[in-house]
């Protein structure tokens, strides 16, 4: 008999099987369909020996402390800060835009007061900001936006960014001054041995069992257990009772070049070209040497493994009915991107799982064949 049967082998299954083994000694039964561990944050090493993320890049970034040391006591950690150039019109330009990307953009010398006017003088005031539009339109204006922004989105999203939650964009800052880091947070650092190496540490305890290639359903009947912890798709479980959640998937082309830099940062966005939205070179992430080097391009797609959920308001009011079932559930836990419908990076899929953790163990736990 298992505790716990935990559907999802990636961040938020993961984090929840090593909890409730390593501090309340439960026995866990973790299953994944896939034929790996790590969920989307799977990482490994190609025919080629370098060490490439099958499901497209994922660099850790946070500004929880609590999230950061969770996660070192499974890994140590490799400084990394994340870059990203832009290619628009010809150039290619620091993303998230900033002093430099004007300046090269444009050919001009602003300061970064300047700059401040110069968005100032193109932004367009909104009275209230509700659309992936609102948000860089009334920081800087029209002509960026739509070199940047709006075509990437339209691409990746497969709607017009009026349609989409301002949330979405307003991931992308922008800024007056030179940093052209992608992120600011105070954490950012790579698993210095890989993510799949940080998962192998979490799941390595003798009460906890790793079954891969099977769905939940195929054992949940024969397989005892007490509670479940669910990372799946939220509509999948309830069979679609309501309807399908949008979720956008992405064609992930992997290519390895003989060469042994192929582009001049970790990540190139292409907004207006091709059909793919971005290139990554894996080398620049994991710090890797080697003569050869590994891309991946992703081309978004509607069908599919489902990657993203698409924040807009007619879907949240969908999820808000899946919620409401999976609230009134008993003795199943949905945690993470899929099974609450979030758009979460890593680390707020990790602190979501603890703050699942830190109130499984303030009740009784439930047993169904009781
Ligand atoms: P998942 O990793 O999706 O794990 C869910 C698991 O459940 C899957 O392995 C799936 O196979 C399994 N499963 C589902 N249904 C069943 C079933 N019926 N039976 C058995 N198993 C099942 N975050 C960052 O912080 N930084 C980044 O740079 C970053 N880049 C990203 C790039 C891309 C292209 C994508 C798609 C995501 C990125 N993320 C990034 C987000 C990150 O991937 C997620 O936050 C995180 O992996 C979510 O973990 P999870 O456990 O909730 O879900
Ligand atoms: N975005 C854009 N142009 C860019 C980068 C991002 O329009 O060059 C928009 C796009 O809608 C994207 C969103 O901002 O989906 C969030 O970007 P992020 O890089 O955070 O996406 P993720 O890494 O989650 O795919």
Same mark, same amino acid.
């Given at each position: 008999?298992?505790?716990?049967?935990? /559907?999802?082998?990636g961040?938020?299954?993961?984090?929840?099987?090593?909890?409730?083994?390593?501090?309340?000694?439960?026995?866990?039964?973790?299953? =994944?369909?896939?034929?790996?561990?790590?969920g989307?944050?799977?990482?490994?090493?190609?025919?080629a020996?370098?060490?490439?993320?099958?499901?497209?890049?994922?660099?850790?970034?946070?500004?929880?402390? =609590?999230?950061?040391?969770?996660?070192?006591?499974?890994? &140590?950690?490799?400084?990394?800060?994340?870059?990203?150039?832009?290619?628009?019109?010809?150039?290619?330009?620091?993303?998230?835009?900033?002093?430099?990307?004007i300046?090269?953009?444009?050919?001009?010398?602003?300061?970064?007061?300047?700059?401040?006017?110069?968005?100032?003088?193109?932004?367009?005031?909104? &009275?209230?900001? *509700?659309?992936?539009?609102? /948000?860089?339109?009334s920081?800087?204006?029209?002509?960026?936006?739509?070199?940047?922004?709006?075509?990437?989105?339209?691409?990746?999203?497969g709607?017009d960014?009026?349609e989409? =939650?301002?949330s /979405?964009?307003?991931?992308?800052?922008?800024?007056?001054?030179?940093?052209?880091? !992608?992120?600011?947070?105070?954490?950012?650092?790579?698993?210095?041995?890989?993510?799949?190496?940080?998962?192998?540490?979490?799941?390595?305890?003798?009460? $906890?069992?790793?079954?891969?290639?099977?769905?939940?359903?195929?054992?949940?009947?024969?397989? %005892?257990?007490? &509670?479940? $912890?669910?990372?799946?798709?939220? =509509?999948?479980?309830?069979?679609? *009772?309501y309807?399908?959640? %949008?979720?956008?998937?992405?064609?992930?082309?992997?290519?390895?070049?003989?060469?042994?830099?192929?582009?001049?940062?970790?990540?190139?966005?292409?907004?207006?070209?091709h059909?793919?939205? *971005?290139?990554?070179?894996?080398?620049?992430?994991?710090?890797?040497?080697?003569?050869?080097?590994?891309?991946?391009?992703?081309?978004?797609?509607?069908?599919?493994?489902?990657?993203?959920?698409v924040p807009?308001?007619?879907?949240?009011?969908?999820?808000?009915?899946?919620?409401?079932?999976?609230d009134?559930?008993?003795? /199943?836990?949905?945690?993470?991107?899929?099974?609450?419908?979030?758009? !979460?990076?890593?680390?707020?899929?990790?602190?979501?799982?603890?703050?699942?953790?830190?109130?499984?163990?303030?009740?009784?736990?439930?047993?169904?064949?009781?």
């Amino acid at each position: 008999m298992f505790d716990y049967l935990i /559907v999802g082998a990636g961040f938020s299954g993961s984090v929840l099987a090593e909890r409730l083994a390593s501090q309340l000694g439960k026995k866990v039964l973790v299953c =994944d369909r896939r034929n790996h561990i790590g969920g989307n944050a799977y990482d490994h090493y190609n025919d080629a020996g370098i060490l490439v993320h099958k499901y497209g890049p994922h660099i850790f970034h946070t500004n929880s402390r =609590d999230v950061f040391e969770y996660l070192s006591n499974f890994t &140590e950690w490799r400084r990394y800060e994340h870059r990203v150039l832009a290619s628009v019109d010809g150039q290619l330009v620091p993303m998230p835009i900033n002093l430099d990307t004007i300046n090269k953009l444009y050919g001009l010398n602003l300061t970064s007061f300047e700059l401040n006017d110069f968005f100032a003088s193109v932004a367009e005031p909104k &009275e209230s900001i *509700r659309t992936s539009e609102d /948000v860089v339109v009334s920081k800087v204006g029209r002509e960026l936006y739509e070199k940047f922004f709006r075509n990437y989105t339209i691409k990746q999203w497969g709607i017009d960014p009026s349609e989409l =939650d301002k949330s /979405v964009t307003a991931r992308v800052p922008t800024r007056t001054n030179r940093d052209d880091r !992608y992120f600011t947070d105070t954490y950012q650092a790579m698993p210095l041995h890989g993510f799949t190496r940080m998962f192998e540490n979490m799941l390595s305890h003798p009460n $906890i069992k790793v079954m891969l290639n099977v769905d939940y359903r195929e054992i949940q009947k024969m397989i %005892p257990f007490k &509670e479940m $912890i669910y990372s799946g798709p939220v =509509d999948e479980f309830f069979d679609y *009772r309501y309807g399908k959640l %949008p979720y956008r998937s992405l064609d992930f082309k992997h290519e390895t070049l003989n060469e042994s830099v192929h582009q001049p940062a970790a990540v190139v966005n292409y907004p207006n070209e091709h059909l793919y939205t *971005r290139v990554t070179e894996f080398k620049y992430l994991t710090g890797q040497e080697h003569t050869k080097t590994s891309l991946v391009y992703e081309y978004p797609k509607a069908e599919g493994d489902p990657y993203y959920p698409v924040p807009r308001p007619e879907n949240a009011e969908l999820y808000k009915q899946y919620k409401a079932l999976a609230d009134s559930t008993p003795g /199943v836990h949905f945690v993470g991107r899929l099974a609450t419908y979030k758009y !979460y990076n890593m680390d707020q899929v990790v602190a979501q799982a603890l703050s699942v953790y830190a109130k499984i163990t303030e009740r009784p736990s439930w047993h169904p064949e009781e």
